[in-house]
């Protein structure tokens, strides 16, 4: 198993010395930055498996930092930072953080926080689709995930609402997986869009899902598309092309 990296930005340079010494000795891999373009140069010489990030650098700001990266980038995001009142929280959480730990910190919970988010993303890994900007051919249908336009074989555009959407790019990146409820749910939830599906009875995705056979199905009560596995979940069950746009 490959050993993974993570980077510590922050500006004061005793703590990330101690942060960098505390997570090497751990096993990690550890690469230090203090601005937001020793990230940017990180991210782009190869594969950071998780950025531990201040919300103040300095004249910087980690929120916009935050912002800016998940525009480009899956790699999770735990914010560490002084500033951790619930409304420094929900930013940091609107923008895309994987998490949120106030400084001061306990060192142990800080292994653990980032073994819990590695751990998540890891299961979660092929279920993301924040960057796809791919093109999606399946049963003669094409789908834009760049412009969220869906055309049946006869041309025709369809109208889906956002969480048919959200719920489609979710098994066209994962075509011929079983997928449990929860899983579909937390995928779908990534977007940190404000809606959400989920409630107690798991009802709410069963009726989004019945709506979207409703419209890519020739026979909704008979899919052979998004079909259901029983007591599991649903699985996209016929073959997916993608090009990039």
């Not at 910190?105 to 073994?115: G, P, Q, W």
């Not at 834009?144 to 066209?172: D, H, I, M, W």
Request: with cysteine.
């Amino acid at each position: 198993m490959a050993v993974q990296k993570i980077l510590v930005v922050d500006d004061d340079a005793e703590l990330r010395k101690m942060m960098a010494h505390f997570l090497s000795n751990n096993g990690f891999m550890v690469y230090t930055a203090s601005t937001g373009a020793e990230i940017e140069n990180f991210i782009n010489q190869g594969r950071i498996d998780l950025i531990l990030l201040d919300v103040m650098l300095g004249e910087e700001n980690g929120v916009e930092l935050c912002r800016k990266l998940r525009a480009q980038q899956d790699v999770p995001i735990i914010f560490v930072s002084a500033l951790a009142a619930d409304q420094q929280r929900v930013a940091g959480y609107a923008v895309g953080a994987d998490d949120y730990i106030g400084k001061p910190f306990n060192l142990d919970l800080l292994l653990a926080r980032v073994k819990a988010v590695l751990r998540r993303v890891q299961r979660s890994s092929s279920l993301a689709y924040r960057r796809n900007i791919y093109t999606y051919h399946f049963k003669g249908w094409k789908f834009s995930s760049k412009t969220s336009e869906a055309f049946n074989p006869q041309g025709v555009q369809v109208a889906l609402s956002q969480l048919e959407t959200r719920l489609l790019k979710v098994f066209l990146a994962n075509p011929f997986i079983v997928l449990t409820r929860d899983e579909i749910v937390s995928a779908m939830d990534v977007t940190n869009d404000g809606q959400s599906i989920s409630d107690n009875s798991g009802r709410a995705l069963d009726v989004l899902v019945g709506r979207l056979r409703g419209k890519i199905e020739i026979n909704p009560k008979n899919p052979t598309i998004l079909k259901t596995e029983r007591g599991i979940g649903y699985v996209f069950a016929t073959e997916v092309t993608r090009q990039e746009e």
